[in-house]
């Protein structure tokens, strides 16, 4: 599985960003974040159907994960972002032939990409 990342950048506090993530295949993903001295965490996942999501509380109501499978890319929506979500951002992808579970924790993802910094100024 090849997995490439983008869209990060430098946004102001409110702002937006859409972060983009380019699969070889059709896959159950997720996205994490990293910020400086902090381990990993949770950010949103996606079943392979792309039917059924599921967000980290700090996230919900402002992220929104999606996929396009005509450019086999999923997308993380950000709006209303603070300064505490900046952090290096990463998507990861896992093999599975169900269409409907969506995976919350970094040891369910074998597949990362190199990961995008995203940094909310106040």
């Known amino acids: 599985v090849q997995l490439q990342a983008f869209g990060g950048g430098l946004v102001q506090a409110g702002g937006s960003l859409r972060l983009s993530c380019a699969a070889s295949?059709?896959?159950?993903m997720g996205w994490f974040r990293q910020a400086p001295g902090k381990e990993r965490e949770f950010v949103a996942a996606l079943s392979r159907s792309g039917l059924y999501t599921f967000y980290a509380d700090s996230v919900k109501g402002r992220f929104t994960i999606s996929r396009d499978d005509a450019k086999n890319t999923v997308y993380l929506q950000m709006n209303s972002l603070k300064p505490e979500d900046t952090a290096v951002y990463y998507c990861?992808?896992?093999?599975?032939?169900?269409?409907?579970?969506?995976?919350?924790?970094?040891?369910?993802?074998?597949?990362w990409g190199q990961g995008t910094q995203v940094t909310v100024s106040s």
């Open positions: 990861a992808a896992r093999f599975t032939l169900s269409g409907s579970s969506v995976y919350l924790t970094s040891e369910d993802y074998l597949n």
């Open positions: 295949g059709r896959y159950a």
